[in-house]
């Protein structure tokens, strides 16, 4: 019986690269848009063999700004996915666009070609923020693309937001929330700014024009209740849907299941390797051309990797973690995570229910944090297994050196204004 996989096409150009990103997108590089697509067409056909071993149950089309490369280009790039593999008609078709480059038109098309999910990039609804990160459209226009898209018949529309943006403030973000939960979406994913270095954002990094941290701890929670109230059940720490409505592409990332990607930079993860293409629109579509290889870092998972992944990826989302679940994954003692995952659930940042831990709101906030210290035991665990050497006192204080550490994690925690 043929395997379930997702399918994930990067679409790398945009018209103008906004101030925080840092994805791989390519402003200015118009010309190369038919060489790509020539050659993107040629990777699926190449990869036949491959993508016709399994179901295909999704299709995420991501950037760059997917619909500024043409609903009729992206059109032919499912219809290969069709040709060459199996996809259910019932699948999950998700295509991100942005405002100022969607039309009536071109929704339309994409939903009678088998579109059936949209990711708009809104980010606030203040037009003056949007203007300094170098969005190219107004929060008028979002409203706009959701009516639009709409009366082409999509009934699955999520909404991306931001939060922390230079000069915005806590009224400024609820007024986003509002506004964007009176559009209906039935899917909301917030994030909170990265300053990450090459952007040109990082001008701002330790900026007093950056909302502090608890302000952006205040915006968080807020942004959790509040959607609740709306009727938005968070799922994944910056991932919000009405009842039955969760991104099931994104699933796949955070549960561990396969994805094969196409496309410069595009990542994959299949048979327990991962692997990811150059992150070079030229070099790709030459070396597509060439039949040379285009992939650019790849590796095996232990079952160790595999099972950091499983601790790391779980807890992001409300479904959480198992022992047992664990243990089918990387056959070994759970004594210190468990030990780790108590000490934190008595500390109110995270729950056990029903045989599972997950992260309470206030320990989403920290979710970074925890999630390392979590993994810290699960290093030491495996510590125990592959140095049977290592003497009773030895690792008795190593243990008690990292639940000292994570005493004092936790007293920083408490000191978070929630």
Not at 97 to 126: M, W, Y
Not at 359 to 388: C, H, M, W, Y
Request: charged share 25%; with cysteine; proline share 3%.
């Amino acid at each position: 019986m043929k395997k379930n996989i997702g399918i994930y096409v990067h679409i790398p150009f945009c018209a103008s690269k906004c101030a925080y990103c840092d994805f791989y997108s390519k402003p200015g590089f118009e010309k190369m848009i038919p060489e790509y697509h020539k050659a993107l067409l040629h990777h699926i056909k190449e990869s036949a063999p491959q993508i016709d071993g399994y179901i295909i149950d999704s299709v995420y089309f991501g950037g760059g700004t997917p619909s500024y490369y043409g609903a009729g280009r992206l059109i032919q790039i499912f219809d290969a996915l069709k040709k060459y593999g199996n996809v259910l008609i019932e699948a999950e078709v998700t295509v991100e666009v942005n405002p100022d480059s969607i039309t009536f038109i071109d929704l339309v098309r994409l939903k009678k070609a088998g579109f059936n999910r949209l990711s708009i990039g809104a980010q606030c609804a203040d037009d003056g923020i949007l203007k300094s990160l170098h969005r190219r459209h107004t929060f008028a226009q979002v409203e706009e693309t959701v009516q639009n898209a709409r009366k082409a018949g999509f009934d699955n529309i999520n909404i991306d937001l931001i939060y922390g943006l230079p000069s915005q403030t806590k009224e400024g973000w609820a007024d986003t929330i509002v506004k964007t939960a009176a559009l209906k979406p039935e899917h909301i994913s917030g994030y909170g700014l990265k300053i990450e270095k090459g952007t040109e954002l990082y001008l701002y990094k330790d900026s007093p024009f950056i909302p502090t941290d608890d302000d952006q701890a205040d915006m968080y929670l807020y942004m959790i209740d509040a959607l609740a109230n709306y009727g938005y059940k968070q799922y994944e720490i910056s991932n919000f849907a009405q009842r039955g409505r969760e991104s099931r592409h994104n699933l796949k990332y955070w549960t561990g299941q396969e994805y094969i990607g196409f496309g410069a930079a595009a990542h994959s993860y299949v048979g327990g390797q991962r692997y990811s293409y150059i992150a070079d629109i030229e070099g790709y579509c030459k070396r597509v051309a060439a039949g040379d290889t285009i992939v650019d870092q790849s590796e095996y998972m232990s079952s160790f990797e595999l099972a950091g992944e499983y601790l790391m990826l779980r807890l992001r989302t409300v479904y959480g973690i198992s022992e047992e679940e664990y243990c089918q994954v990387f056959p070994s003692k759970f004594d210190l995570i468990r030990k780790k995952l108590e000490l934190f659930t008595n500390h109110g940042f995270m729950e056990y229910k029903d045989g599972r831990w997950h992260l309470t709101s206030k320990g989403f906030l920290v979710s970074n944090i925890i999630i390392n210290e979590v993994l810290d035991a699960q290093a030491l665990e495996r510590a125990k297994i592959i140095n049977p050497a290592l003497k009773d006192d030895d690792m008795d204080n190593m243990q008690m050196s990292m639940f000292e550490r994570a005493d004092d994690t936790i007293e920083l925690f408490n000191g978070i204004a929630l």
